[in-house]
């Protein structure tokens, strides 16, 4: 398996403050791969050592097999980042154009990308003048200019109109299709990403939480048991500690333990003291798993 993104114990600290710590990435060649975890859970943060924006406090990582920043690596690259930088004097054209001059490429690759973000009719405006929903999707095109072989996305439906959401995400859909391209997409919104990702790295609070197929994290395998008892609060701490995936959904506490573990789980709630009103299988959504995982953190 080639991997377009690797990193060993990426680790970056802003003061005390662990932004990323001990991150151990391996995104495949050809993926659709979304980053996902809530606000300030090191998404950004992690976005920029890939792209050399930022120097890591330890740890290494490599993009296409370059360190971060190197040249080789930043030629096959499309990268959109958090509040892009554009040239606010210039159209969005003419902002275009400049990544063309720097990188090479005929014209019609300017006019290429600015149709498919649908900016074709506002290219020849000045760029300060536009909305949000517009720098996003000029900056999108940046992204997309001599198709690269990794784009590295950072939320890029930001700002934009639910229609401008459904158009980006049938774009980064088909990008792999089209050139083959690996897409690493970040958002904090599964719902937003669980339809066009084949594979997910979920972070929390700088620590990496999951990474592999989104099939596997939906969890044919894995069995939930649904329980009821008299403290809900405690019984996640207990479970939690005994390192079981746990989250709460009213009343149920919610568990990932197979049938078999179903009589030691009922033992350790009633010795602890609890009430137990109820206990049984249950089948979990994406989305539970999803908040699972950020519960444990
Ligand atoms: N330049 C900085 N100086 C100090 N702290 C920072 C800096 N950049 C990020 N942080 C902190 O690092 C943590 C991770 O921030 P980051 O922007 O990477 O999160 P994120 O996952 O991108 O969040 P969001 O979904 O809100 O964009 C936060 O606690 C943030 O306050
Ligand atoms: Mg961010």
Known sequence: MTLAIRSDALTRRFGKLPAVEGLNLQVPEG???AFLGPNGAGKTTTIRLLLGLL????????VLGHPPGHVEALRQLGALVESPSLYGHLTGYENVEITRLMRGGKKTETSRVLEVVGM???ANRVVQDYSLGMRQRL???LALFGSPRLLVLDEPTNGLDPAGIQEIRELVRKVPEQTGATVFLSSHILAEV????SNLVVIHRGLLRYQGPIADLGGQG?????IRVDQAGRAMELLKGSGLEVTFEDPYVLVQA????????ASLLVRSGMALYELKPRTVSLETRFLALLEGA
């Open 194 to 197: 669980e339809q066009i990702a």
């Open 120 to 122: 074709t009719r506002d």
């Open 258 to 265: 197979s049938d078999e573990g179903v009589p030691a789980l």
């Open 139 to 141: 900056a999108m095109a």
């Open 31 to 33: 993926t659709i791969t």
């Open 222 to 226: 894995a069995a939930w048991q649904q």
């Open 55 to 62: 120097k890591p406090t330890s740890g290494t990582c490599e």
